[in-house]
Structure formats: C-alpha cells, structure tokens
C-alpha cells in the first residue's frame, strides 16, 4: 500500500465535510457546489480504496476509516494554519494587533494612540478590548496587555506600570469631604473586575486602612472599572478609583481624589508576546512607545497632593 498523499484539495474537503457531517454544509464552507465537494469526497475514497462516509438519507456519518482519518485532517490543516499565521507574523506586514482590557484601552490606551500614528504612520494597530485569556496563534494577536497577569516562561513579558487605588469624586462633591468618614455620606460605588486580588482592593480594605469601621453596605456595582469611573465623573458617588485608569480624569480635574491615602496594589500591566517576538521592528517599537508613555504616570501620584507624600496602607 502507497503512503502517496492524496490530493490537498480532497484531503480539505474530508476535513470540511468530517466537521460538519454535511457535504451541503462543508461545500458552503469551502464556497464551492456539493456536486463539487462530492466529487472531491469519490476522488480521496478511489485513492484510499476504500469509502470514508456512508450515504444516509439526508445524513451521512463516518465509517471506520473516516473515523480514523479525521482527528489526523483536523489536526493537519490546523497546524498549516498556525504555521501560516506564523510565518504571516515575521513578514513586512505591519499591521500591529493588540488586546488589552476594555476599561485599560478605553481609559488610558486609546486616548494617546494618536501619538504613536504620529511618530509611526507605517504602523497599522488593530485592537481587541477583551479580558479572555489570550491564544495568540487562534487569535492572531501580537501583543497582549494585561493588568494582574504572572510572569510566564512561555512568554516574553514586562511589566509597564503598577497601579494603585484612591477614592476620587466629582468635583462638585469633594468641598464636603474634610475626614475620610465623610466618605459614608456619598453612595460608594463598587468595581467587580479586580476581585481576583488579593489582598483586596476594595472599599472595605481602604475604610480599614483609614482606620474607620466597614462602611455602610450597599451601592452600584459594576463588572468594569471603566463604567465604575464613568459613573463617579457624573457625580453618581465615589469610587475607589484606579489611578492609571483615572490619570486624565485627574490631571483635567474632572475627578478629584480627596485623601493621600492609597492602596498600592500588589498586580502589575503587563506587556505579553511570543517569546522571540519582542525584537520584531513593530513590536519593538510598540514597547519603546508604551515605556514612553508610562513614565508619566510616576509624576501623577505626587502632583495629586503638592507638598505631601501620599500614605500607602499596609497590605
């Protein structure tokens, strides 16, 4: 018996057609007739000898050598899907593609964008604000920026900034807050999206660290620290606010941070790749970029409260 491939085309119609277990539905995959995909089917069976599909009544199914075949294909064409996006990645392209958290692109990533379209104009970015756990071949994502992420050795990895916590108000509510026990009077609003941390970051941790009782319960809660933000920019209450998230809300004065106590958070962002992939010119200069841009962020902990070194909390 020859160990001769088949054909790639039939071999990708078998795939196709193993799948859906439908020639209908696998021909409109491959956007061609059934008549075709059929055809395709008769030609891989006459070069095995042998058929790999029984033909039901509307229906077919496997047959035993179909079975065996099939987990092969798939694993097959995917592996030249991976070795293509792959290779697709080392070329001249330069479209960048990146994920980073929703509340992180919408807050502090998006807004300087523009900067980086100035300085490389060459560089096409293609962003996915997503929290999933990023596969970067399935994917086809470069770049991944994720807060509270550990180091792993599958991966390049550095980290970009650390982040802490402060209440922040609107301004029109931060002339009746003298005590952080005035805080109670407000409706305190609760982000949920950090609930991994520990130890926790939330209200109760930063009332304890003031050292005042639980504070009172109740308040909205949000799934996004973003939404969280947006709610206390209109005047909805306070929030312990992120402020890396929050860093032009502040420096504007849209929001106001009443109190130089802060939770230093123990997560850091984290800029992620494929190992290897750091020194690709995009990605490259993607990282010098991004470096620029978070050094800012160490001048804004201390402008918050001129002439005062803000108190971290004991964590």
């Not at 995909?37 to 029984?54: D, M, V």
């Not at 990533?109 to 596969?135: C, G, K």
């Not at 922040?168 to 509510?173: E, G, S, T, W, Y």
């Amino acid at each position: 018996m020859s160990d001769r491939l088949p054909p790639l085309t039939a071999l990708r119609a078998f795939d196709a057609a193993a799948r859906h277990m439908s020639f209908s539905r696998a021909a409109a995959e491959l956007n061609v007739t059934p008549a075709a995909l059929s055809f395709q089917i008769k030609t891989l069976e006459e070069h095995l000898g042998a058929p790999l599909f029984r033909r039901l009544n509307r229906a077919v199914e496997l047959t035993a050598a179909g079975r065996a075949l099939a987990p092969h294909a798939a694993d097959g064409f995917e592996s030249l899907r991976a070795g293509w996006r792959a290779a697709r990645r080392l070329t001249a392209t330069r479209t960048l593609s990146i994920t980073a958290g929703p509340a992180f692109t919408a807050k502090w990533l998006a807004p300087r964008l523009f900067r980086f379209a100035a300085a490389h104009p060459d560089i096409e970015l293609r962003f996915t604000a997503s929290l999933r756990l990023m596969d970067f071949d399935r994917d086809e994502i470069d770049v991944a920026i994720r807060f509270g992420q550990s180091e792993d050795a599958d991966f390049y990895s550095e980290v970009l900034a650390t982040e802490w916590m402060t209440p922040m108000v609107a301004p029109q509510h931060a002339a009746g807050l003298r005590a952080p026990e005035d805080l109670a009077r407000l409706a305190l609003l609760h982000q949920d999206d950090i609930g991994f941390l520990d130890p926790p970051a939330n209200w109760a941790a930063w009332f304890a660290a003031a050292g005042l009782p639980p504070p009172p319960a109740g308040g909205a809660r949000f799934s996004q620290a973003d939404h969280a933000l947006d709610a206390a920019l209109a005047g909805a209450g306070a929030v312990l606010g992120r402020g890396i998230l929050a860093e032009a809300a502040l420096r504007e004065g849209r929001l106001v941070a009443p109190f130089d106590l802060v939770l230093d958070l123990t997560a850091a962002y984290r800029l992620i790749c494929p190992r290897g992939a750091e020194t690709r010119a995009d990605i490259a200069a993607f990282r010098a970029w991004i470096r620029d841009e978070t050094e800012s962020l160490n001048a804004l902990r201390a402008g918050l409260w001129p002439g005062r070194v803000p108190a971290a909390a004991p964590r």
